[in-house]
């Protein structure tokens, strides 16, 4: 099979539903291949899967994330281009810096009961809700609420507007799939843009009357008294995707997540009690089932990586949820193995833009994993589980268990 082919299969319907035989493909092509000029994929010269070539275009601040034509005639895009996880140094380093002082391993520690207290609560739901044997679905019971709650908690948004919230996510995920840049999809995603920043135009005037404990009140007054180097309108931009980033994805770790662990009952049972154990998995999850899958980076000059020509401004696919499968790095890579050595998956990615909350995500697994399969040892999964349909934020939207009555 020629690489075109790999890619319009990975791009199909099916291949969303199951993109690791194309990885596979693409692995026998070697660590990266030239991509056939074709409209679909214009931007893009070459798709990589090889772990350490990826690697290496990650860490090297050189590779630069590229704006797309037209950005700021776009809400969506004028929002991602004035937030950490779009732009360059040195815009980049100044902002990552004021969101990075917040993750500190104080705040960490303070989310732990409050990952707790939300696990423990959805949990007892869950037993009603499932009592007699009745199915129930995971996602929304279980893997949509505890990202969501405790990443509320953590910036400062009210529960309340949760559900609103959910969908403006939705509308800016569905836009940056491959196949996302349609124009009712760019549509949405701008209503989505458009939407939230006034949201957070009116939350920050509330905290700035009314200080809170939260993260949102401590970044205002930091903005206000001159204190870090962004303006009112950066900190909205950085809100949006910060949230964003934070809780589709975690959302997919869980759902991911569970049918791997419930396929391996030595694990499963074994769990409670083993932390080690529990890392071991969170990051196996990750690796295995990852919930990004690609992401990509512009050259900074002509220049060739391994064997293939890139030209100065042009883009390579970095397929992330592909590197994770390496046979070259990871032996037998699609055993689920959470005792497994090695390098450390690219779920997160890697270098500058390394992912700012996977200390938080990592901490929800571990927690809230080894709690649900204590509460609920004889946990089944009823039915097929069906996919989101969306190739670079892969994960299962419904997944209908039973608790064991
Ligand atoms: C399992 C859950 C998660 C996964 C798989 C994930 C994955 C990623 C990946 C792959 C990147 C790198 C983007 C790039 O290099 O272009 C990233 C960046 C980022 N993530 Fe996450 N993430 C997760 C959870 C979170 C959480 C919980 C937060 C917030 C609390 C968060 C906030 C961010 C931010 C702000 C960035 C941008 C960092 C930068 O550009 O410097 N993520 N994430």
Redesign the pocket.
């Known amino acids: 099979m020629d690489v075109d082919e790999i890619l319009t299969g990975l791009y199909s319907e099916q291949g969303r539903q199951n993109p690791y035989p194309w990885y596979a493909a693409l692995h026998g092509h070697g660590p990266i291949s030239t991509v056939p000029a074709r409209a679909e994929h214009s931007t893009i010269t070459a798709v990589a899967a090889g772990y350490d070539l990826v690697d290496q275009v990650?860490r090297d601040p050189q590779w630069y994330?590229q704006a797309p034509p037209g950005w700021q005639e776009q809400e969506i895009l004028r929002t991602f281009n004035s937030s950490?996880?779009?732009v360059n140094p040195p815009d980049?380093t100044r902002m990552?810096s004021v969101?990075a002082k917040t993750?500190t391993p104080r705040r960490l520690g303070a989310l732990e009961p409050v990952i707790v207290r939300v696990v423990d609560t959805l949990l007892d739901r869950m037993a009603e809700a499932g009592a007699d044997g009745a199915e129930t679905d995971f996602v929304a019971d279980f893997a949509y609420p505890v990202?969501a709650l405790v990443?509320a908690e953590?910036i400062g948004l009210p529960e309340s507007d949760l559900a609103w919230y959910r969908q403006r996510v939705d509308w800016i995920d569905e836009f940056l799939d491959v196949a996302g840049k349609t124009p009712q999809r760019l549509a949405l995603a701008n209503q989505a843009a458009e939407e939230l920043r006034a949201y957070y135009r009116d939350l920050i005037a509330h905290r700035r009357a009314r200080p809170g404990e939260d993260l949102i009140s401590g970044l205002v007054e930091a903005v206000d008294a001159g204190d870090v180097p962004l303006t009112e309108e950066e900190l909205i931009s950085?809100l949006i995707?910060?949230f964003n980033?934070?809780?589709v994805?975690?959302v997919?770790?869980f759902s991911n997540g569970l049918p791997l662990l419930l396929a391996h009952p030595d694990v499963v049972a074994a769990l409670p009690g083993d932390d080690a154990l529990a890392r071991g998995c969170v990051d196996e999850v990750?690796r295995l089932a990852?919930?990004?899958h690609f992401?990509a980076r512009a050259a900074p000059r002509d220049t060739e990586l391994g064997g293939v020509p890139v030209r100065r401004d042009e883009n390579v696919l970095l397929m992330?949820a592909g590197a994770n499968r390496d046979p070259a790095r990871f032996p037998d890579p699609d055993r689920f193995d959470p005792r497994r050595d090695g390098p450390p998956s690219?779920?997160?990615?890697v270098?500058?833009?390394?992912?700012?909350?996977?200390a938080?995500?990592r901490l929800?697994?571990r927690l809230a994993l080894p709690r649900l399969l204590a509460r609920f040892p004889r946990l089944t999964v009823t039915r097929t589980p069906t996919y989101s349909g969306s190739l670079f934020l892969r994960g299962i939207d419904k997944l209908f268990v039973s608790t064991g009555g």
């Open positions: 990650l994330k950490m996880m779009f980049h990552r969101f993750f990202p990443m953590f950085n995707v910060l980033a934070s809780f994805t975690t997919y770790m990750l990852s919930p990004v992401l992330i690219l779920a997160f990615g270098g500058p833009h390394f992912c700012l909350g996977a938080v995500s929800e697994g």
